[in-house]
Nanobody
Framework: QLQLVESGGGMVQAGDSLRLSCTAS????????LGWFRQAPGNERELVAG???????NYAEAVKGRFTISRDNAKNMVYLQMNSVSPEDTAQYYC???????????????WGQGTQVTVSS
């Protein structure tokens, strides 16, 4: 069973950078498509960045040019580099793994517990 654990969240100021990490165990990550989702209070969980098995990335418009997703299959890890953050980026961030690249959280059967990112103005 694949297990995911996020780390790297915290409280930062607008304009700062932050890198989230997701450590996988139980299975090799190279078999999965990966995504970083976020959920703010009162909002639905949304995909902010995804990366397929071949390393092709896709981003939500709100984070394009500021966030970068990457994967290191040798270390069984996936990262989200967040630059120029704004208060609108405040949310619980989740690492997820699945078999089909999708914007829908329903297509990702494996989830971490989440890490909170809070951006102050």
């Amino acid at each position: 069973q694949l297990q995911l654990v996020e780390s790297g969240g915290g409280m930062v100021q607008a304009g700062d950078s932050l890198r989230l990490s997701c450590t996988a165990s139980g299975r090799a990550l190279n078999s999965y498509v990966l995504g970083w989702f976020r959920q703010a209070p009162g909002n639905e969980r949304e995909l902010v960045a995804g990366i397929n098995r071949g390393g092709v990335e896709n981003y939500a418009e709100a984070v394009k040019g500021r966030f970068t997703i990457s994967r290191d299959n040798a270390k069984n890890m996936v990262y989200l580099q967040m630059n120029s953050v704004s208060p609108e980026d405040t949310a619980q961030y989740y690492c997820a793994a699945g078999y089909i690249s999708s914007w829908s959280s329903n297509q990702y059967p494996y989830w971490g517990q989440g890490t909170q990112v809070t951006v102050s103005s």
